[in-house]
Structures are given as C-alpha cells and as structure tokens.
C-alpha cells in the first residue's frame, strides 16, 4: 500500500510530484553498490534530467552521463564530478565544447574516432569506444541495441584493433529494466568476443539497464560481476542507470474532466499518454493507478483518455471500486523517469506543472510551464 503523505488536493493537474525520501532511499541502494565494489555509478541524464534534485543526487553518485552535448552542458554546470558523454555521433561544430566540458568521451565507431582523435588527444581528456556484443536478453526491439541492423555500437567484425591507441576504455549498453542475470549473460559475450583488449583498457563502462534498487533485484551477482572484472583486468568499472535512480520516486497526478459513454465508460483526464507518458504507447506498457484494479476486478471499470486529438491517446483499462466523478483525482505511479523527459506540447497540451516533496513533507513548486513555453518553442 502506497502511503503519499502529502494531499494532491492541493496540487495543480496535471503534475509530476517527486518525492525525495524515497530518491534518497534509491540513492543509498546505488552508494553501496559504489562502497563495496568501488565502482563509480552516473546519473544518465536521458531517464532523469530534473536538476532542481542534482545537489542530493551528487552527494551518492560519482557524475552525469550524457547523451549529447545539451545534457552533457546541464550534467556540468548543475552537478560536477565527473562528466560522460556518449552520441552515436558528433557534430565538429559542437565538439570543441564537448571537450572542453566532459572528461570522458565514447564514440560510436573507429571513423568517428579517426575523424576527431588529432584535437582529442591534445585535450588530456579521456576516450572510449562503444562496442555491440550481438548478445540480446530482452523482447523490447525499440530498447534493444543488440537487435539485427543496430547502429549502436562496433560488432567485433568491425573492431579495429590497430586503431586503438588513445582509447582508454570500453562501453557496452545493451540492458533496459533489467536484473543481473542479464548483465552476467551480456559480459560472458563481451568477455569472450572482446576480452582480449581489456588490459589496454584503463575502465570498462557497463552502461545502463540496470534496475539495481528494484525490489526483486540480485545486487549479490552485480557486485559479482564488477569484482570479476576489476580485479581480473585491473580496470575501473562505471555504471550508468538512470531508471534505477527514479525508479519508484515519482507520481502523475490527473484530474478527470469529463465522463462519457460508448458501449462502455470512458473518463477523459486533463494528461495524456501521448504529451505526459509516451513510453505507455511506444513500450508499451501500462502504468499503475492508486487505488485502481484490472478490468472488472473492481466493480466500475473505465477506459482513461487524454485530452488530444489522437484516437489512439488512450491511457488503458481500469476499475474502481466507486464510480468516477469529474474532479475526481487519479494518482500514476513510477512517473519520473524518462516520462518526464519525454513530455512535448502536441495539440498545445500543457506541460504538467513538477513538484518536488522535501523529506520533512513539504511540497515544493519546481516549476509551472504556461502558454508561453509551448507558444516559443517553434517560433
């Protein structure tokens, strides 16, 4: 049973709340990992970018992880340690700044490598190389960089050895909400297709993926597999999960605005899957409600909606064990990671207003977005 201890009546809907006990609770989970492996663990920024909580997150994890050089920017200026960048390629008309900004930069492939290595070397930064061990744990093709075809990463068909010096480390990312039995089987594959250069390797970064603060999650096997490796190669290994960090931290908090009849009852929410919870269609997957059951497990079922135009903008099936009613409040679970970065503006829908709870309970207004940020964001 989720216990909120804050009341959403006195919040603006549609929002995002996060909660910062339970961030902290995550953060611990992730600082012991570091304390007993001495591994080094990043925020990657693409799952959770709400810098507003950078000064508590930096007080357990190592630095940022970046995706390109806005996150990179964001990662440096807001949170500080360390700062990694990886894209599946660079702009030369941004890389001076990626250079001057990120202490470890990863490629994608030996041309993009060859493309900037005479200006990287002379920075004294430190670089790697992104590698594909064709090994695929999971059903999720969207979120599979080891699918057929992928550009993500160099296969060991088309590993250059000869091209390796300046290269002081290794990255694999193949994992997406995932246990350690999937990061043990993805590095017998990457051991035994690239092993042989690791102990030209001064780190090997595992990437992201991992639900390491999930309930039902193998930290034994985690800290397994980062001892093997460190101790084998004498290397420093990084983690980069940016889920595992949220994951369980946030709410959606929607208010619905009208209910309608069509050979069943449909209740039409101030969000929308499309704006505020994307991944609902693109996974897809079906989120959690406070209080809500299945389709008819509970007396009064309802098909929850957005406010868009999309016909497909359809939230899923709920009961209930009373009927709706308009300004009726529903609570979404787990919402603050890569939800909230990937909300957008289509049909003008307002962005969700984000609240943070402090860990003395006291809600926080982070930031209010209005009809000026959707009216300059194309013009």
């Known amino acids: ?84 960048i990886f894209s599946p390629a660079y702009r030369k008309e941004s890389f001076d700044e990626i250079l001057r900004i990120c202490d470890h930069i990863i490629f994608n492939s030996f041309s993009q490598w060859q493309k900037f290595k005479e ?9 790697g190389m992104r590698i594909n061990p064709e ?48 990061l043990k089987t993805t590095l017998d ?5 690239f092993g042989k250069y690791f102990n030209r390797m001064k780190w090997i970064n595992f990437g992201g993926g991992h639900h390491i603060t999930r309930s039902d999650y193998d930290i034994k096997t985690l800290i ?11 290397v420093h290994v990084y983690l980069e999960p940016g889920e595992a960090i949220a994951l369980n931290t946030g709410f959606l908090v929607s208010e619905v605005v009208d209910i309608i009849q069509n050979s069943m009852n449909i209740a039409i929410l101030d969000t929308s899957a499309a704006c505020h919870m994307p991944d609902v269609l693109e996974m897809p997957y079906r989120p959690q409600i ?52 990937k909300n957008n503006t289509f049909n003008g829908m307002p962005l969700p207003t984000i609240y943070s709870v402090s860990t003395d309970r006291k809600i926080i207004e982070v930031k209010k977005f209005d009809y000026i940020d959707f009216k300059t964001r194309l013009s």
Not at 143 to 164: H, K, M, N, Q
Not at 189 to 193: F, I, P, R, T, W
Request: glycine letters at 8%.
């Open 119 to 127: 200006k990287a070397l002379k920075s004294g930064r430190s670089f």
């Open 224 to 234: 397994e597999c980062i001892d093997w490796i460190q101790n084998k190669y004498n």
């Open 189 to 193: 594959a990457v051991e035994d297709k």
């Open 1 to 84: 049973m989720i216990n909120l201890n804050f009341d959403i009546k006195e919040l603006n809907t549609p929002c995002y709340i996060v909660d910062e006990a339970l961030l902290k609770k995550n953060l611990e989970i992730l600082k012991s990992v570091s304390d007993r492996t001495g591994c080094r663990i990043l925020l990657a920024q693409k799952a959770f970018s709400m810098f507003y909580l950078y000064p508590l997150i930096k007080q357990y994890l190592s630095g940022t992880a970046a995706s390109g050089l806005y996150e990179a920017k964001l990662g440096y200026e807001e949170m500080g340690g360390e700062t990694h």
């Open 135 to 182: 090994c695929s744990t999971q059903e999720h093709g969207i979120y599979d960089p080891c699918s057929a075809g992928s550009r993500l990463g160099v296969t060991i068909a088309d590993f250059r050895e000869d091209l390796l010096d300046g290269i002081d480390g290794l990255h694999f990312h193949t994992l997406c909400e995932q246990n350690s039995d999937a």
């Open 290 to 341: 406070i209080g809500a059951g299945l389709p008819n497990e509970k007396p009064y079922t309802y098909r929850l909606g957005g406010s868009t135009c999309l016909a497909g903008d359809i939230i899923s099936d709920y009961s209930f064990d009373k009927p709706l009613e308009v300004s009726d409040r529903l609570v979404f679970i787990d919402m603050a990671h890569y939800t909230m970065v």
